[in-house]
């Protein structure tokens, strides 16, 4: 019999609902979604820790799941700070729904951030990918900077000259017959110290602690004051003074955008009137960004803002936070001359300033301070890595 087309397509239809696309099964079941999630746990003290992932389906399978994996740095490093991982499998027995993914991360005693990495899934066989990427954060448990006694040491004697003074650190507190903490934002007198930096200072062992027979000044980002980083600087004040001689100054510097490391002296006594008529003398200053180059400086001139004579001494290879070198001022009447590792690098002279008034014969205080943000380095960006910490061996002063 011949059909009509109206009988055609119900007979059609009627053989869609019975066997469908499967050729009877149904509707295609399905598949499970599959998800990974964040974790944050503690680093460790030793060898390796594992940072088990949970990753799950959203129902079980009735047949083997498996799914491919990949980790990737954020501010943690591979191999330093975890296992890397490419294309790694996980495989999901018919019926599981959870399994766990071990990366393994190294857990050593060296203070540092919260670290994060991320690990991807990718390439699923019978199963979708609903939540693919998970970020693991590491959490700092250590309180120990990482740092050998490497690099340059100073002599001990130079001719002509005596030791008259010295400071090696060997702790376990900052000696207060030479010392203070200047603790603060400088507020309200010089809110930012004058340069808009962004830190609050503070005489915290968070801040300022001695390890192996060195000073420790680190900074670090945390709401603190009114502020979101904090740091330290000391200065002998009122306790120890300087006019000529030469001084050494053995010291590992920071690194990263915004941080500024410096060792200088102001005057005991504003002679010639405030800032900068009776002058600054900067031994070293360090803008993050530049991690290879310092700078020597002197500020001076009749003010409001200073006048200066500023160079820069940039290392052949290497950074200044690799290791330890010696940064030095020779100073005489009308003379002060800046050094790096033993290598003369700036003369200014009396002449030099020309009508100005050479401030720099006079008596001299120390600070040692690790300002964060400010005028000349700017302030940190999502490249800066913190905590960063300037570590000090010595200083010592021969006239």
């Not at 027979?213 to 300087?242: C, D, H, N």
Request: charged residues 20%; aromatic residues 12%.
């Amino acid at each position: 019999m011949k059909m009509t087309p109206f009988l055609l397509l119900l007979a059609l239809a009627a053989g869609c609902k019975k066997g469908g696309n499967n050729g009877g099964g149904g509707n295609t079941p399905a598949l499970p979604r599959i998800s990974i999630e964040d974790l944050t746990q503690a680093e460790g003290n030793g060898g390796s820790n594992n940072f088990n992932f949970r990753v799950t389906l959203s129902e079980a399978a009735s047949g083997p799941v498996t799914v491919y994996y990949t980790t990737n740095g954020g501010t943690g490093v591979a191999t330093e700070d975890f296992t890397s991982v490419t294309n790694g499998s996980l495989t999901f027995a018919a019926g599981e729904r959870e399994k766990l993914l071990a990366v393994p991360v190294v857990a050593d005693d060296a203070r540092e951030g919260d670290d994060v990495f991320t690990v991807t899934l990718s390439s699923p066989s019978g199963a979708t990918l609903s939540r693919a990427t998970a970020t693991a954060t590491i959490q700092n448990d250590d309180t120990r900077i990482p740092f050998t006694n490497a690099g340059y040491d100073a002599p001990t004697s130079y001719p002509g000259y005596s030791l008259v003074w010295s400071d090696d650190f060997n702790g376990p507190a900052l000696n207060s017959t030479f010392w203070t903490n200047e603790n603060g934002d400088g507020c309200p007198n010089i809110c930012g110290w004058g340069n808009n930096e962004l830190e609050y200072y503070t005489d915290r062992p968070d801040n300022l602690f001695f390890q192996d027979g060195k000073l420790v000044i680190l900074a670090q980002k945390e709401s603190y004051g009114g502020k979101q980083y904090t740091s330290s600087k000391i200065l002998t004040r009122g306790k120890k003074t300087f006019k000529y001689g030469r001084i050494d100054i053995r010291a590992k510097l920071p690194k990263g955008k915004g941080i500024w490391p410096a060792l200088w002296l102001l005057p005991q006594n504003n002679v010639f009137g405030g800032w900068p008529r009776s002058g600054e003398i900067d031994l070293m200053e360090l803008v993050g960004h530049e991690p290879n180059k310092v700078y020597g400086t002197l500020h001076f001139g009749p003010g409001p803002g200073s006048q200066q004579i500023s160079r820069g001494y940039t290392l052949p290879s290497g950074t200044f936070h690799d290791e330890f070198h010696v940064f030095s001022v020779e100073w005489k009447q009308d003379e002060i001359k800046w050094f790096v590792d033993g290598n003369l690098f700036s003369t200014a002279r009396k002449a030099d300033v020309g009508v100005n008034n050479w401030p720099f014969n006079e008596e001299f205080y120390l600070i040692f301070n690790l300002a964060v943000g400010g005028n000349w380095p700017g302030n940190p960006d999502a490249s800066t890595y913190l905590p960063q910490w300037m570590v000090v061996d010595y200083i010592r002063v021969y006239q």
